[in-house]
């Protein structure tokens, strides 16, 4: 079945570690998003990518890095610079779409990481 | 810029009530809706979504969805609450001219017995 696979599903880090989150898609998706999610504060972005080898910060980029070697994967880096790095982690992919196609994002089952 | 506004962060309603979901965006131009459900601890569902066409919108699990220009508006509704839609529930726009999607603050809907 195609999808988003999101892994670890729980993560525990200790203060001054960096962690990497996996996000992978077998949908042959263009562009992959990060976003981070707190409660009451909805889903905001982090870092999101239209192509491989390309990517662009979003609103909430600092403390955080990503890289897109290929096109199924998109791993979010959330380094020791991050001061509050606990909250839940998703990851979402769309199509380049097409002529007269309006996809929607797609979502991975997201990583909930918390400082220990 | 886009911006969606979901009046509400918690609503309640009884098994077998109405259900209203408040959405309103703000955009120089109509964007594509998107109306997406999240379970605990799970990632967001797509429940339905508007681009052009007919305003009025059916999604899953028998939510529907309409389109009001005049009023910015894109609220959700569902006749019948059931038990089993309390949930987390998300208004998304995104711009006809790029892939970025902008999330709305999330309405927790809690279904009474």
């Known amino acids: 079945d195609g999808g988003i696979t999101q892994s670890p599903k729980y993560l525990f880090r200790k203060e001054g570690q960096n962690v990497t989150l996996s996000c992978e898609q077998n949908l042959n998706h263009d562009a992959m998003y990060w976003y981070r999610q707190d409660p009451g504060q909805g889903l905001r972005l982090i870092y999101y990518s239209q192509i491989v080898n390309d990517f662009q910060k979003g609103d909430i980029a600092e403390g955080y890095s990503v890289s897109r070697e290929k096109k199924e994967s998109f791993p979010l880096t959330v380094t020791s610079a991050q001061k509050n790095p606990t909250a839940f982690y998703l990851c979402?992919?769309?199509?380049?779409?097409?002529?007269?196609?309006?996809?929607?994002?797609?979502f991975g089952q997201g990583t909930r990481l918390t400082v220990v | 810029a886009q911006s969606v506004t979901q009046l509400g962060s918690h609503v309640s309603v009884s098994e077998g009530a109405l259900v209203l979901l408040r959405c309103n965006y703000s955009?120089?131009?109509?964007?594509?809706l998107f109306w997406y459900v999240q379970y605990p601890n799970q990632g967001l569902q797509l429940l339905l979504k508007?681009?052009?066409?007919?305003?009025l919108v059916k999604g899953i699990n028998g939510f529907e969805a309409e389109f009001k220009k005049s009023e910015t508006s894109f609220h959700l509704t569902k006749p019948s609450a059931h038990m089993s839609d309390a949930a987390e529930y998300f208004c998304a726009v995104r711009s006809i001219t790029g892939n970025q999607f902008y999330f709305g603050t999330g309405t927790s809907l809690t279904v009474i017995p």
């Open positions: 508007y681009t052009t066409g007919a305003t």
């Open positions: 979402a992919s769309i199509t380049g779409g097409g002529a007269n196609i309006v996809s929607e994002a797609f």
């Open positions: 955009s120089s131009v109509p964007p594509y």
